[in-house]
């Protein structure tokens, strides 16, 4: 059973797919633990709900990114745990290196745009505002760039004329909730391989 660990900062829709699809025993996965740099964040809710671990730990100084010795802390609680993947689930922080380098390969997260468009925050205003026909939903390993690693799963929303903001965010999440616990389950059932900038998915 893959051990993964959740980062979010949120509403937490997709840690709640997450537990949902792993209750329904779509996704061979456990989930270790759920951190939170946001003490008020639902997601943290959510998990005592589902009787997970789960741990505000505040993230410092810096608005962007954690403080160099609180990103200590969280990789040595996911590797107390036992984490063997990280899920970034509305994490609003960019790792750095050292996070990186200590889960190489085993960092995932879910970007609501179909990247390469619109990396960075609030994609789904981004695409409105561009005026794009389709816009989506990305799961993508991370890198050491911002939304920038190689894709393994995207889905597809084709947006309306009378689209707001909400009501495209709230379609691109509905694909998010699928396309998430999906990426997941190839990650524990080890059918993906990393070739470059290609993902391919073993049958
Ligand atoms: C999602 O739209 C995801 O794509 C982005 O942050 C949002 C998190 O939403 N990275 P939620 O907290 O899972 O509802």
Excluded at 14 to 27: F, G, S, T, W, Y
Excluded at 116 to 121: A, R, T
Excluded at 170 to 199: S, T, W
């Amino acid at each position: 059973m893959l051990k993964i660990g959740v980062l979010a900062s949120g509403k937490g829709t997709n840690l709640q797919a997450i537990i949902d699809a792993i209750e329904r025993k779509e996704v061979p996965a456990k989930i270790g633990i759920v951190l939170s740099d946001n003490p008020d964040a639902h997601c943290l809710e959510r998990t005592k709900r589902a009787g997970i671990k789960a741990l505000y730990l505040p993230a410092g100084r810096f608005k962007t990114y954690l403080e160099p010795e609180i990103e200590k802390k969280y990789i040595n609680v996911l590797k107390k745990e036992g984490v063997e993947l990280v899920c970034l689930a509305g994490f609003m922080r960019v790792l750095k290196k050292d996070f990186l380098n200590a889960f190489a390969g085993k960092i995932v997260n879910i970007h609501p745009a179909l990247l390469p468009s619109f990396p960075g925050l609030e994609s789904w205003k981004q695409a409105l505002n561009y005026g794009v026909r389709f816009t989506g939903a990305t799961v993508h390993f991370v890198e050491g760039g911002v939304d920038s690693g190689p894709v393994i799963l995207q889905a597809v929303v084709p947006v309306r004329p009378d689209d707001t903001p909400e009501t495209l965010h709230r379609r691109i999440q509905e694909k998010e909730h699928i396309i998430y616990p999906l990426a997941i389950k190839l990650i524990a059932e080890n059918r993906l391989r990393i070739e470059g900038r290609r993902v391919k998915i073993e049958e």
